[in-house]
């Protein structure tokens, strides 16, 4: 069940701050196992906040092959306000518009608040 996973917020900060070894593990194994990792680019803002300390696990994360940024294009933004319907988190909504375009689980801390917009959504919570 490892093809691979999208990555939102708290994985990234998970990864960058080793708090648990379990974000870093499951991109391993996703990458090892010939998988991949979808990271969001609205997800990136994390790295306005992270240390330069841990930026470089960061940066190692996404100019690792198999790792797609998923950028946030014009295209996109009409099928990520309809997942949103209303809302402003656009970072939820491209982590859900990724995880239905790749049909991998969502790596995150707060699988209940994105499975309110998206029932079928695939939660890999984060311990």
């Known amino acids: 069940m490892l093809p691979g996973r999208v990555l939102d917020v708290s994985a990234l900060v998970d990864i960058a701050v080793a708090k648990t070894e379990y974000s870093r593990s499951i991109a391993a194994m996703c990458l090892f196992r ?65 995880a239905r375009a790749t049909r991998w689980p969502i790596l995150t801390d707060r699988g209940a608040e994105l499975v309110q917009y998206d029932q079928n959504l695939e939660i890999d919570p984060l311990p």
């Open 34 to 98: 010939g998988g991949g990792i979808c990271v969001p680019a609205t997800s990136l803002a994390v790295l306005s906040i992270s240390p330069i300390s841990t930026q470089v696990e960061l940066f190692e994360l996404v100019t690792t092959p198999g790792v797609k940024i998923d950028d946030f294009t014009h295209g996109k933004v009409g099928d990520i306000a309809e997942i949103l319907d209303g809302s402003r988190d656009i970072t939820a909504g491209h982590v859900i518009w990724c």
